[in-house]
């Protein structure tokens, strides 16, 4: 019997480390959860974000909907949103509430629950460490999928019991639109869904 597996994304630290790693963010988040999955058994797949104001960006608030759409669309995958906080806007950038907290909370209680064997965390911050390990005091495994050493928590990847390193090999078949190699297309010509 194969191990059961859910899969929590952290969307910010996703999409801000493909667009600074690859310089694309149009990744299709079904196939990416199933080669992390591999031969194993998916449960359910969790991917956190926060909401655009719609009043204070509407026009990205229109593009996060229609990506937030076909993320909802993704077999057994579930949205959780938490919220961006305007203060000072537009003079300040707007900053994430609950979205890491929300993350941990449930990955510890589905531990709990026994609803998986091995947890996948799409994420590289320090923040998830303590979630983490009471993952694993549980009994459980814990893999963590990240960008590399640069821009992750060193602590993170030494908690992990394994690390699946993100790259472009590794991303090769997982985007919604594939574009030809042998030609170098400039980042900003490149299909870039909003998600943040």
């Not at 472009?168 to 030609?183: G, H, M, P």
């Amino acid at each position: 019997m194969s191990d059961k597996v859910m899969i929590f994304i952290d969307g910010s630290n996703l999409y801000h480390s493909l667009k600074n790693n690859l310089g694309r963010t149009d990744l299709d988040v079904g196939k990416f959860a199933r080669k992390l999955l591999g031969r194993r058994r998916l449960t359910r797949i969790y991917y956190y974000n926060a909401k655009v104001g719609q009043r204070e960006e509407p026009e990205r608030y229109r593009a996060q909907q229609t990506f937030f759409n076909t993320v909802s669309a993704v077999p057994y995958c579930e949205l959780k949103l938490g919220r961006l906080v305007y203060n000072n806007w537009p003079n300040s950038p707007p900053y994430e509430k609950g979205i890491d907290i929300q993350l941990a909370t449930d990955m510890i209680t589905h531990s709990y629950k026994n609803n998986f064997d091995v947890a996948v965390l799409v994420a590289g911050d320090n923040d998830y460490v303590g979630a983490v390990q009471a993952v694993k005091d549980n009994g459980k495994h814990v893999e963590i999928a990240l960008f590399g050493k640069l821009g992750s928590s060193r602590a993170l990847r030494e908690c992990a019991d394994k690390v699946h390193v993100i790259n472009a090999r590794f991303l090769e078949d997982c985007w919604k639109q594939n574009i030809r190699r042998n030609v170098q297309t400039p980042p900003q010509e490149r299909p870039e869904p909003i998600q943040q």
